[in-house]
C-alpha cells in the first residue's frame, strides 16, 4: 500500500509539473521583439518571400492567439518560412513573452 501511494504522490508531482503553464512578461520581452518589429510594427507592410503578403500588425492580438500561431509556426503547421525560423528559435517561455509583449499594446 505505501508503494501505491508513493508512485500516486510521484505521478501526481510530475503531472503538475507538466502541467504548469508559462507566464509571459511583457517586460523581458522588450530584448525579445527586435525581429518582429521590422515587420509587424509598419503599417501597411508586405513581405515579399516566398511571395508577396500583407504581414498583420500584432500589436492589441489576443495573447493566447500569439502563442497559438507561434507554436503553429514552430511544429510547421503554418508555412511561411521566414516565421517557422524565427518561431523554431524561440522557446516557451520567449513565445509567452513577445505575446503578453504585443496583448498589452494599443
Given at each position: 500500500?505505501?508503494?501505491?501511494?508513493?508512485?500516486?504522490?510521484?505521478?501526481?508531482?510530475?503531472?503538475?509539473?507538466?502541467?504548469a503553464?508559462?507566464?509571459?512578461?511583457?517586460?523581458?520581452?522588450?530584448?525579445?521583439v527586435?525581429?518582429?518589429?521590422?515587420?509587424?510594427?509598419?503599417?501597411?507592410?508586405?513581405?515579399?518571400?516566398?511571395?508577396?503578403?500583407q504581414?498583420?500588425?500584432?500589436?492589441?492580438?489576443?495573447?493566447?492567439?500569439?502563442?497559438?500561431?507561434?507554436?503553429a509556426?514552430?511544429k510547421?503547421?503554418?508555412?511561411?518560412?521566414?516565421?517557422?525560423?524565427?518561431?523554431?528559435?524561440?522557446s516557451?517561455?520567449?513565445?509567452?513573452?513577445?505575446?503578453?509583449?504585443?496583448?498589452?499594446?494599443k
Amino acid at each position: 500500500m505505501k508503494k501505491l501511494f508513493a508512485v500516486l504522490a510521484l505521478a501526481s508531482l510530475a503531472n503538475s509539473a507538466v502541467s504548469a503553464e508559462v507566464v509571459g512578461d511583457a517586460k523581458a520581452a522588450a530584448n525579445k521583439v527586435a525581429m518582429c518589429i521590422g515587420c509587424h510594427g509598419i503599417p501597411g507592410y508586405k513581405a515579399t518571400f516566398p511571395e508577396v503578403y500583407q504581414v498583420p500588425m500584432i500589436g492589441g492580438q489576443n495573447a493566447k492567439y500569439i502563442i497559438n500561431a507561434l507554436n503553429a509556426y514552430k511544429k510547421g503547421e503554418r508555412s511561411h518560412p521566414t516565421m517557422r525560423g524565427i518561431a523554431e528559435s524561440m522557446s516557451d517561455q520567449d513565445i509567452a513573452d513577445v505575446a503578453a509583449y504585443y496583448s498589452q499594446q494599443k
